[in-house]
């Protein structure tokens, strides 16, 4: 009867925890702000500085740096030759808006759009946040064809 008791308290006891735990990780997850986003960032790899801002009920990113828009100076950023509007052609990247469209679902960003000015092409975007890290994704048609990079602020 011993045994019988004590087990049933145990399975109540890992009932109890299993019911806080699922309480507790919606709220745990909502601790992200949907302005946690917003600031600069630099790639971990240091191929990219970015800043995140808003605009409107949208965030939005800034190229600041990244090393295949710069001329070998190191200094100039190149013009935006690869765009699919001539009339873009010549236009400076620097301070570009190349993040657009990013909205807050959540515990996360989705929707948005990605430029990569050193082909000229389009791409999907979402961004999460992991502990301090912020997480990019850019990808074309689904999540799954993608990449990503993460970042850290500077």
Same mark, same amino acid.
């Given at each position: ?5 004590a087990? +049933?308290?145990? &399975? ?12 507790? @990780? ?10 946690? #986003?917003?600031?600069? $960032?630099?790639?971990? !790899? ?9 605009? =409107? ?5 800034h ?9 070998? !100076?190191n200094?100039?950023?190149k ?5 699919? !509007?001539?009339?873009?052609?010549? +236009?400076?990247?620097?301070?570009i808006?190349f #993040?657009?469209? &990013?909205? $807050? !679902?959540?515990?996360? $960003?989705?929707? @948005?759009? &990605?430029?990569?000015?050193?082909? =000229? ?18 990808? &074309? =048609? #689904? ?12």
């Amino acid at each position: 009867m011993r045994t019988l008791t004590a087990s +049933r308290r145990s &399975l109540l006891l890992a009932a109890f925890a299993m019911t806080s735990l699922a309480a507790t @990780g919606p709220a745990l997850a909502q601790q992200t702000s949907q302005n946690s #986003i917003l600031g600069r $960032w630099a790639a971990d !790899d240091g191929s990219v500085k970015l800043e995140m801002f808003k605009a =409107g009920a949208e965030f939005r990113a800034h190229l600041l740096f990244g090393n295949e828009i710069m001329e070998s !100076d190191n200094t100039t950023f190149k013009k935006d030759a690869k765009n699919p !509007d001539p009339a873009l052609r010549s +236009r400076s990247l620097q301070n570009i808006v190349f #993040i657009q469209g &990013l909205k $807050w !679902d959540g515990g996360q $960003w989705s929707g @948005g759009l &990605l430029y990569d000015a050193s082909s =000229g092409r389009t791409y999907r975007c979402n961004v999460e946040m992991r502990g301090s890290k912020m997480l990019l994704r850019g990808y &074309l =048609g #689904i999540s799954l064809l993608g990449q990503t990079k993460e970042f850290h602020r500077y």
